[in-house]
């Protein structure tokens, strides 16, 4: 985890320039063409992160340890913790404030939107253990970002504490239905002998008794199940950041230091423990219930397998070979890779030759010839052939590059803060300041000590934001639903809010605007020829061949299709096909596919393996393989005896319904890009779209990151990839959709996946964040109403705690009847027709 490279990179994103003579005229080297034309075009600019929780911190009087997204040096250590019980921005800054004050931490890194946490630290100073037990020690459950055990055991704790807070919430509800309210009701309840009994047995000492059980099993509520609460509004004071759990917190907290009070100095008094327990309860199943939600959602995503490669093929002296974990190989260990391998890392080819689809990790979308001497990259896969790779002092893999490269980004502070937490900041001290000036008034106007505590309490509890703070999370919620419902899974609270907001969205191509296989789009072959070319291509595991088989037999499986590996360049037996063809000789080339059927030499490949071999090629075949390359298909001419008689165009086919998604997305005054790993050529069909923007062609994964950092920098930007390539710029984008049919770690960057591979459901994703906005809107719109109401009522002394309890219960049962409502009706669910 140490960069030791120290030749200049590429300017865009620093990847190793040696032996690439790409620059422009200021004299900046680049990577490659396409990191070179996102610099031309977005210029050079600076990334800018979400600076608010910095200078909350700064207003604090605490300094954040500065943040460095590049690799540590070799004296320090990266650790990422996942960190459960971040509810809001201002955890962000409490941990990164606190982790930056011990002994060894260089640079902290906090996201609560991802609950990441990124530490650079001397491991001689400072331990990860260490890390963990300081951070665990504010009140959070931290721990390793891979430790799947603890990932479980913190969502089994936080499901105990909401089922302690239901139960125990019942039993303390129970009490006061069955005994407290008929005191206060009188004959509502029951009759005039039964009421007075129960106010003769308040009044005495058995009454204290009881009102201190109560006590008892509330302070278990507000202790256990309110924790969160609790922590979220000490968090707050610490930052001087206002938000909901303080508000929520001092409701709660004011109804239990009074009634306990009560019970302490008065002889018949009234409690307001019902409160306490309903704050605390209600609120905390919202919250639940959005998370548990988000759980589901992640659950759907299940049969998304990863990628990486644990185990490698090492070959012994003797020729011999014996699989080990890639932790354990060595500088000049060499490496056995056959067809459908994965290879796990870094390297160069010492022996064979073989084909190799890169576009998992570059984005380009044709298999690669590799030779003696080539360099192939980590996590790639041979579709042909057979290889051998030798380790150098620089092997590591791209695709563990990758990773590493998504863990910073998802760990980098988001600063993001909810709606309802921006209000609090204004609300909090508007309340707090309503309430003392009429407790102070009370007593100045000759009001007695309890009457003034009582209206200062009622101005509290009636101004509990419990409507206001399961406004957002309730409609949050109501999306999540309706998004799983159209196979839309959505990891990240704050979507629908970003979304909003998008000003660019950025398109991958290759499996993305594209279905990511090859396909023939147009054939003008005889159907004997064709036969002849399929029985050839039976023979070869490329994509293209497979592609013109399957055109020849539909019913063909890739089964069919492959061969059982070997060497490039490989001779067969004679053999029969299905269709009576004898195949009587093979040959694969670099360019393409020869042999003898049927007595007839056939070739089928690119116009240049007919110019290498010396057969006739007419000039509008040549023509017309020209202008399908332009397009960014490949031409494969197919050829007998020694002359080219017909074209096959082969292409990544676009999906359906892209067209129609950009153009509702431009509608939208939303700037739209493509950026792709592939050729120039290969995006020349979305050059000249009139609803696309901008296209960057042959961008390496890095190099998408850091276009997407700049795109950032202009404004809210999302992106849209399916592959590991696009990881890097998913998790850097401001928010990031990856289709569900891609890579895990693809999803694992992404805040939105799609799970059933439709593009068009990304229009359904805008949709719902529109819908979830009104929806939010109303919410907060009632939960406004009923306190411009309720807290001048209060002010006034015409409401006790009492009927401030049971108003706020209703505004609350209100706001959630709101959001069970569906967000988008069932009878279109692209969700052009709103509830």
Same mark, same amino acid.
Not at 456 to 485: E, F, K, M, N, Q
């Given at each position: 985890m140490t960069d030791e490279t120290t030749a200049p990179g590429c300017t865009l994103c620093e990847l190793p320039t040696e032996g690439v003579d790409v620059t422009d005229d200021a004299g900046n080297e680049f990577c490659c063409r396409g990191c070179l034309d996102v610099y031309d075009t977005l210029g050079d600019l600076e990334d800018v992160d979400a600076d608010d929780v910095r200078s909350r911190l700064d207003d604090a009087g605490s300094e954040p340890a500065d943040v460095d997204d590049s690799t540590p040096n070799e004296s320090l250590e990266r650790t990422y913790l996942k960190v459960h019980g971040m509810y809001c921005a201002t955890c962000e800054a409490f941990i990164e404030s606190v982790a930056a004050e011990l002994d060894g931490v260089r640079s902290v890194s906090v996201s609560y939107v991802t609950e990441t946490v990124r530490i650079d630290h001397d491991p001689e100073l400072t331990t990860a253990d260490e890390l963990r037990e300081a951070i665990s020690g504010l009140g959070y459950t931290a721990f390793p970002r891979e430790d799947a055990f603890s990932e479980r055991q913190a969502n089994h704790m936080e499901t105990v504490r909401v089922a302690v807070g239901v139960l125990v919430g019942m039993a303390v509800m129970l009490q006061y239905v069955a005994i407290i309210y008929p005191t206060y009701f009188g004959g509502l309840y029951y009759d005039e002998r039964t009421t007075q009994f129960l106010m003769d047995a308040m009044a005495h000492g058995s009454g204290n008794y009881f009102f201190a059980i109560v006590g008892?099993?509330?302070?278990?509520?507000?202790?256990?199940?309110?924790?969160?609460?609790?922590?979220?509004?000490?968090?707050?004071?610490?930052?001087?950041?206002?938000?909901?759990?303080?508000?929520?917190?001092?409701?709660?907290?004011?109804?239990?230091?009074?009634?306990?009070?009560?019970?302490?100095?008065?002889?018949?008094?009234?409690?307001?423990? +019902?409160?306490?327990?309903?704050?605390?309860?209600?609120?905390?199943?919202?919250?639940?219930?959005?998370? /548990?939600?988000?759980?589901?959602?992640?659950d759907r995503l299940s049969e998304l397998t990863s990628v990486q490669v644990d185990e490698a093929r090492r070959l012994r002296p003797d020729g011999s070979h014996d699989l080990v974990a890639v932790d354990e190989l060595e500088v000049g260990d060499r490496l056995a890779a056959r067809k459908g391998d994965r290879i796990p890392v870094d390297g160069t080819v010492v022996e064979g030759e073989a084909a190799v689809d890169e576009s998992l990790i570059t984005g380009e979308s044709m298999p690669v010839a590799k030779r003696d001497g080539d360099r192939v990259i980590g996590g790639t896969v041979l579709t042909d052939g057979a290889i051998t790779v030798s380790i150098d002092d620089q092997a590591t893999s791209?695709?563990?590059?990758?990773?590493?490269?998504?863990?910073?980004?998802?760990?980098?502070?988001?600063?993001?803060?909810?709606?309802?937490?921006?209000?609090?900041?204004?609300?909090?001290?508007?309340?707090?300041?309503?309430?003392?000036?009429?407790?102070?008034?009370?007593?100045?106007?000759?009001?007695?000590?309890?009457?003034?505590?009582?209206?200062?309490?009622?101005?509290?509890?009636?101004?509990?934001?419990?409507?206001?703070?399961?406004?957002?999370?309730?409609?949050?919620?109501?999306?999540?639903?309706?998004?799983?419902?159209?196979?839309?899974?959505?990891?990240?609270?704050?979507?629908?809010?970003?979304?909003?907001?998008?000003?660019?969205?950025?398109?991958?191509? /290759?499996?993305?605007?594209?279905?990511?296989?090859?396909?023939?789009?147009?054939?003008?072959?005889?159907?004997?020829l064709l036969d002849d070319a399929a029985i050839?291509?039976?023979?070869?595991?490329?994509?293209?061949?497979?592609?013109?088989?399957?055109?020849?037999?539909?019913?063909?499986?890739?089964?069919?299709?492959?061969?059982?590996?070997?060497?490039?360049?490989?001779?067969?037996?004679?053999?029969?096909?299905?269709?009576?063809?004898?195949?009587?000789?093979?040959?694969?080339?670099? /360019?393409?596919?020869?042999?003898?059927?049927?007595?007839?030499?056939?070739?089928?490949?690119?116009?240049?393996?007919?110019?290498?071999?010396?057969?006739?090629?007419?000039?509008?075949?040549?023509?017309?393989?020209?202008?399908?390359?332009?397009?960014?298909?490949?031409?494969?001419?197919?050829?007998?005896?020694?002359?080219?008689?017909?074209?096959?165009?082969?292409?990544?086919?676009?999906?359906?319904?892209?067209?129609?998604?950009?153009?509702?997305?431009?509608?939208?005054?939303?700037?739209?890009?493509?950026?792709?790993?592939?050729?120039?050529?290969?995006?020349?069909?979305?050059?000249?779209?009139?609803?696309?923007?901008?296209?960057?062609?042959?961008?390496?994964?890095?190099?998408?990151?850091?276009?997407?950092?700049?795109?950032?920098?202009?404004?809210?930007?999302?992106?849209?990839?399916?592959?590991?390539?696009?990881?890097?710029?998913?998790?850097?984008?401001?928010?990031?959709?990856?289709?569900?049919?891609?890579?895990?770690?693809?999803?694992?960057?992404? +805040?939105?996946?799609?799970?059933?591979?439709?593009?068009?459901?990304?229009?359904?994703?805008?949709?719902?964040?529109?819908?979830?906005?009104?929806r939010i809107k109303q919410n907060l719109g009632w939960a406004f109403c009923y306190n411009g109401i309720a807290i001048p009522l209060a002010l006034a002394g015409l409401l006790n705690p009492l009927f401030a309890a049971a108003a706020m219960a209703t505004s609350s049962l209100l706001v959630v009847s709101n959001s069970s409502r569906r967000l988008v009706d069932d009878s279109d669910p692209s969700g052009e027709s709103r509830s």
């Amino acid at each position: 985890m140490t960069d030791e490279t120290t030749a200049p990179g590429c300017t865009l994103c620093e990847l190793p320039t040696e032996g690439v003579d790409v620059t422009d005229d200021a004299g900046n080297e680049f990577c490659c063409r396409g990191c070179l034309d996102v610099y031309d075009t977005l210029g050079d600019l600076e990334d800018v992160d979400a600076d608010d929780v910095r200078s909350r911190l700064d207003d604090a009087g605490s300094e954040p340890a500065d943040v460095d997204d590049s690799t540590p040096n070799e004296s320090l250590e990266r650790t990422y913790l996942k960190v459960h019980g971040m509810y809001c921005a201002t955890c962000e800054a409490f941990i990164e404030s606190v982790a930056a004050e011990l002994d060894g931490v260089r640079s902290v890194s906090v996201s609560y939107v991802t609950e990441t946490v990124r530490i650079d630290h001397d491991p001689e100073l400072t331990t990860a253990d260490e890390l963990r037990e300081a951070i665990s020690g504010l009140g959070y459950t931290a721990f390793p970002r891979e430790d799947a055990f603890s990932e479980r055991q913190a969502n089994h704790m936080e499901t105990v504490r909401v089922a302690v807070g239901v139960l125990v919430g019942m039993a303390v509800m129970l009490q006061y239905v069955a005994i407290i309210y008929p005191t206060y009701f009188g004959g509502l309840y029951y009759d005039e002998r039964t009421t007075q009994f129960l106010m003769d047995a308040m009044a005495h000492g058995s009454g204290n008794y009881f009102f201190a059980i109560v006590g008892v099993l509330t302070t278990v509520i507000l202790l256990v199940t309110g924790k969160p609460i609790l922590q979220g509004a000490y968090v707050a004071l610490r930052t001087r950041t206002p938000n909901m759990d303080l508000l929520v917190a001092i409701a709660a907290v004011s109804a239990y230091l009074y009634s306990t009070l009560a019970v302490i100095v008065v002889e018949q008094p009234h409690v307001y423990y +019902d409160v306490t327990v309903a704050i605390v309860v209600v609120v905390t199943v919202g919250n639940y219930h959005e998370a /548990t939600l988000k759980r589901r959602a992640t659950d759907r995503l299940s049969e998304l397998t990863s990628v990486q490669v644990d185990e490698a093929r090492r070959l012994r002296p003797d020729g011999s070979h014996d699989l080990v974990a890639v932790d354990e190989l060595e500088v000049g260990d060499r490496l056995a890779a056959r067809k459908g391998d994965r290879i796990p890392v870094d390297g160069t080819v010492v022996e064979g030759e073989a084909a190799v689809d890169e576009s998992l990790i570059t984005g380009e979308s044709m298999p690669v010839a590799k030779r003696d001497g080539d360099r192939v990259i980590g996590g790639t896969v041979l579709t042909d052939g057979a290889i051998t790779v030798s380790i150098d002092d620089q092997a590591t893999s791209s695709l563990d590059r990758i990773t590493e490269l998504v863990w910073n980004v998802q760990s980098s502070n988001h600063g993001i803060q909810g709606l309802a937490d921006r209000l609090a900041t204004v609300f909090v001290p508007l309340v707090l300041s309503l309430a003392a000036v009429a407790t102070v008034g009370y007593l100045v106007f000759g009001g007695s000590v309890a009457e003034a505590l009582l209206v200062g309490l009622t101005v509290l509890i009636v101004s509990c934001p419990c409507a206001l703070g399961l406004a957002t999370p309730l409609a949050v919620a109501a999306g999540l639903r309706d998004a799983l419902r159209r196979q839309i899974v959505v990891f990240d609270d704050t979507v629908f809010e970003r979304l909003r907001g998008a000003d660019t969205i950025v398109f991958d191509k /290759t499996g993305t605007l594209t279905t990511g296989e090859m396909d023939v789009v147009a054939s003008d072959l005889p159907g004997d020829l064709l036969d002849d070319a399929a029985i050839l291509e039976r023979r070869s595991a490329h994509p293209v061949g497979e592609a013109i088989a399957a055109l020849a037999d539909p019913d063909s499986t890739e089964a069919d299709l492959a061969t059982d590996g070997g060497q490039l360049n490989r001779r067969v037996d004679a053999s029969m096909s299905d269709d009576g063809l004898t195949v009587e000789s093979f040959e694969s080339h670099d /360019t393409g596919v020869s042999g003898l059927v049927d007595g007839r030499h056939v070739v089928v490949g690119h116009p240049d393996l007919f110019a290498d071999l010396g057969w006739d090629l007419p000039e509008h075949l040549a023509d017309s393989a020209r202008e399908a390359s332009e397009m960014g298909r490949v031409p494969v001419v197919v050829g007998r005896d020694g002359a080219a008689r017909g074209l096959v165009v082969v292409g990544d086919e676009l999906r359906d319904g892209w067209e129609e998604t950009i153009r509702s997305l431009s509608e939208r005054g939303i700037e739209v890009v493509v950026l792709t790993g592939d050729d120039e050529r290969a995006a020349a069909t979305f050059r000249e779209h009139p609803a696309i923007d901008s296209v960057f062609a042959g961008v390496p994964p890095e190099g998408k990151a850091e276009t997407v950092a700049r795109l950032s920098d202009r404004g809210e930007t999302v992106m849209i990839g399916d592959g590991t390539n696009d990881a890097p710029a998913l998790a850097r984008s401001d928010l990031g959709i990856a289709l569900g049919g891609g890579t895990a770690m693809a999803v694992d960057a992404a +805040d939105v996946a799609i799970v059933d591979d439709d593009l068009q459901s990304v229009e359904t994703v805008f949709e719902l964040s529109a819908a979830a906005g009104t929806r939010i809107k109303q919410n907060l719109g009632w939960a406004f109403c009923y306190n411009g109401i309720a807290i001048p009522l209060a002010l006034a002394g015409l409401l006790n705690p009492l009927f401030a309890a049971a108003a706020m219960a209703t505004s609350s049962l209100l706001v959630v009847s709101n959001s069970s409502r569906r967000l988008v009706d069932d009878s279109d669910p692209s969700g052009e027709s709103r509830s």
